[in-house]
Every structure is written in C-alpha cells, then in structure tokens.
C-alpha cells in the first residue's frame, strides 16, 4: 500500500503564493494536483510526468507550476498570483508504473481578504 503525505495549504490574500508539497512512500510514475471546491466536483489542475512534463488547466496557466524531486518521492505545486476562486481543498494524486493511483489526504487553501 503506498502513504501519500501532502501539505502546505493555509489562508493567503488575494495575489499571494503558496507551494504545497506530496510526498510518497514508493517511486511515482505520474503526479496529480486536484482541487475540490464547495459545493462542486473535483477538477484536475496540474499534471506532471515521470520526466517531467507538464499540464495546466487554462484557469491556471501562468500562474501555478508543478516540480517534483524523483530522488524524494515528492511532488510540488507553486501557486502563485492566487484568486479567490482558487479556494478548494487540493489532493495530490500519485500513479505507479502499474497505473494503480493513490489520493493525498487533502489541504485546505483558502484566498480571501
């Protein structure tokens, strides 16, 4: 079974940043970030692959970047220019080489003034 530990959420005005973190137990293949805001369905953000390419849903491009450390196991997300409507809790999403994925606990990020 792979642990997934994720955190970096908080509360931050609009304009600011934050970069949250994901690290596993096990070799990733493929990271996910997903966000999940009140009331509505989860939504994939950000993508990257084991060498590292990336995806960004349009609401975010230019603004959030996903990185990762293969030697750690871990996978980040810089959010930067945050919008109130970027409030969500976000999940990290970890895929092995057999294509079984794994869910990060949640953290909130709440952009409010």
């Known amino acids: 079974q792979v642990q997934l530990v994720e955190s970096g959420g908080g509360l931050v005005q609009p304009g600011g940043s934050l970069r949250l973190s994901c690290t596993a137990s096990v070799s990733i293949n493929t990271w996910g970030w997903f966000r999940q805001a009140l009331g509505k369905q989860r939504e994939l953000v950000a993508q990257?692959?084991?060498?590292?390419?990336?995806y960004y849903i349009d609401s975010v491009k230019g603004r959030f970047a996903a990185s990762r450390d293969n030697a750690k196991n871990t996978v980040y997300l810089q959010m930067n220019s945050l919008k109130p409507e970027d409030t969500a809790v976000y999940y990290c999403?970890?895929?092995?080489?057999?294509?079984?994925?794994?869910w990060g606990q949640g953290t909130q990020v709440t952009v409010s003034s």
């Open positions: 990257i692959t084991r060498g590292g390419s990336t």
């Open positions: 999403q970890a895929i092995l080489h057999d294509a079984s994925f794994y």
